[in-house]
Nanobody, 123 residues
Framework: QVQLVESGGGLVQAGGSLRLSCAASGLFFIRYTMGWFRQAAGKEREFVVTISWSGEATYYDESVKGRFTISRDNAKTTVYLQMNSLKPEDTAVYYC????????????????WGQGTQVTVSS
């Protein structure tokens, strides 16, 4: 059974940093592109960033480019999201997701999802 478990969310002041982790199990991790999405209250779930199986290819939404960094440790079957210079508009539930495709940026292209972790940025 595939499981994606996010952690690292919390409350932080604007300008602060958080590091999210997503531990994967039950899938051949190196064959999957991993992504982060987020969903703010009352809004649709939106793409944040994705990383290829090797970690060499990454694609960021413009809203987070230069502030967020995705990485992965295939030996630990874990993907990370380092979030710096956080803004109140980054407040959302952050979800980790997995797909066999490359460079996927839409929700319906991902096969597996975690339960999400709440990130709240105060002004």
């Amino acid at each position: 059974q595939v499981q994606l478990v996010e952690s690292g969310g919390g409350l932080v002041q604007a300008g602060g940093s958080l590091r999210l982790s997503c531990a994967a199990s039950g899938l051949f991790f190196i064959r999957y592109t991993m992504g982060w999405f987020r969903q703010a209250a009352g809004k649709e779930r939106e793409f944040v960033v994705t990383i290829s199986w090797s970690g060499e290819a990454t694609y960021y939404d413009e809203s987070v480019k230069g502030r967020f960094t995705i990485s992965r440790d295939n030996a630990k079957t874990t993907v990370y999201l380092q979030m710096n210079s956080l803004k109140p508009e980054d407040t959302a539930v952050y979800y980790c997701a997995a797909t066999r495709g490359q460079g996927r940026r839409t929700r319906n292209e991902y096969d597996y999802w975690g339960q999400g972790t709440q990130v709240t940025v105060s002004s």
